[in-house]
């Protein structure tokens, strides 16, 4: 029996769902977790993985960082985005080929790990337009909306694991303004002491509509014939795992990779916008993106 790890991060405004223009996006990167450490102890350029996912990129100008970057310093691919967006880069991009510039190559090089990653998985889910809300998130919070999409990528990887395996899945933890809508409302908490304290419903946590989503799924499949899932924070896991807790993860880079994950997701799949994108190669063997109608037809 493996226990695989997957951890996850959303793209685009999911204040936004009404709207009929919004991209909108969930992303899971996972790996048995004996995989995840050795990844985070690989190196690029001079770095150790973990230490690039723990800290801005070098060639960042640090006006573009966050003004309370020096008290929570993070890898954050938004802030990568909005400083080229300030520099209006535009065109269509081959991770192989970054260019000359030193950001490009440094954050290039970052998700061409990822893309090309032998042990590392890259799901993504994505959905664009008001019609397409109907098949699956048949609500107007995003929490649930947040549930139900992470519920259905983590069920679409089950039956590619062993029967015996168990699959222990991080949805996005919300990193927005405490004040804004979607944090309100995103209910999923640190204080996840125990399973019991999970409520199920559609109007509960993101945590909650997740596994029941996920549960749903299986039970519609093989049921007991599959492998099992579990859902959580990093440190709600680790006391659920006995390898996750011995093993030592840090939960930001962790979190960093899933927003690599979700970066990759926007960056190919939002077509037909101003901006940077990225051209797909057959390298990216271990990166499967599906649309709302692959998976709910």
Not at 4 to 29: C, I, K, Q, R, Y
Not at 77 to 92: C, I, R, T
Not at 168 to 183: C, D, H, I, Y
Request: proline share 5%.
């Amino acid at each position: 029996m493996s226990d695989w790890l997957a951890v996850g991060d959303e793209t685009g405004n999911w204040d936004e769902l009404h709207n009929p223009g919004a991209f909108l996006g969930v992303a899971l990167v996972m790996g048995r977790i004996e995989d995840w450490q050795t990844a985070l102890e690989e190196r690029l350029d001079d770095q150790r993985i973990q230490d690039r996912l723990q800290a801005a990129p070098r060639h960042l100008p640090p006006a573009h960082l966050p003004p309370d970057y020096c008290k929570t310093p993070n890898h954050h691919l938004m802030d990568v985005f909005n400083y080229w967006q300030s520099q209006k880069l535009a065109g269509d991009w081959f991770l192989a080929a970054p260019g000359d510039d030193p950001l490009r190559q440094e954050v290039f090089a970052t998700l061409r790990w990822l893309a090309e990653h032998p042990r590392l998985i890259t799901w993504g889910l994505w959905f664009k337009g008001a019609a397409l809300q109907r098949e699956l998130f048949r609500s107007g919070d995003q929490a649930v909306a947040l549930g139900r999409a992470y519920g259905l990528l983590a069920a679409l990887a089950l039956p590619f694991l062993n029967p015996a395996d168990r699959l222990l899945v991080q949805p996005g933890l919300r990193s927005e303004r405490p004040n804004t809508l979607a944090s309100t409302r995103g209910t999923l908490t640190k204080d996840q002491n125990n399973g019991v304290a999970r409520v199920h419903g559609d109007t509960h946590s993101t945590i909650s509509v997740l596994e029941d989503e996920t549960q749903r799924h299986r039970d519609a499949w093989r049921g007991d014939g599959i492998a099992r899932m579990e859902a959580g924070t990093l440190d709600h896991l680790r006391k659920r795992s006995k390898t996750l807790k011995n093993t030592f993860l840090p939960n930001k880079a962790l979190n960093a990779a899933a927003d690599l994950g979700a970066g990759l997701l926007r960056l190919t799949c939002q077509a037909g916008t101003r901006g940077i994108a990225l051209r797909r190669d057959e390298t990216w063997r271990n990166v499967v993106f599906h649309t709302l109608p692959e998976v709910t037809a």
